[in-house]
């Protein structure tokens, strides 16, 4: 069973940075596809990134797209999601969720929520004007 745990969310001023991390336990294989979603209130759960795994290509919603990184780190298991010039608008709990191990997903798919198998309980960012 894969549990993923979120942390570096915080309150951070408009401009700032702040970088997410996402630990992965039990995965047995290297081909999967990792992605970051949020949901702010009252609003629906929408895509921010992805990374494949084995190869590490990434995708990035246009909202954040130049100002987010995502990168991954094999040997610790973590994905890492660096945010910079942070937005008001880009308050919101932060999810990292992961396919099935062997599953990998790409393209307009990995925006897909229900592509996802395993979630993370979510940290808190929170950008102030």
């Known amino acids: 069973q894969v549990q993923l745990v979120e942390s570096g969310g915080g309150l951070v001023q408009a401009g700032g940075s702040l970088r997410l991390s996402c630990a992965a336990s039990?995965?047995?294989?290297?081909?999967?596809?990792v992605g970051w979603f949020r949901q702010a209130p009252e609003k629906e759960r929408e895509f921010v990134s992805a990374i494949t795994w084995s190869g590490g290509s990434t995708y990035y919603a246009d909202s954040v797209k130049g100002r987010f990184t995502l990168s991954r780190d094999n040997a610790k298991s973590t994905a890492y999601l660096q945010m910079n010039s942070l937005k008001p608008e880009d308050t919101a709990i932060y999810f990292c969720?992961?396919?099935?191990?062997?599953?990998?997903?790409?393209?307009?798919?990995?925006?897909?929520?229900?592509?996802?198998?395993?979630w993370g309980q979510g940290t808190q960012v929170t950008v102030s004007s």
């Open positions: 039990g995965r047995t294989f290297s081909s999967y596809t």
């Open positions: 969720a992961q396919t099935r191990p062997g599953t990998v997903v790409v393209g307009s798919s990995t925006a897909l929520p229900y592509k996802y198998n395993y």
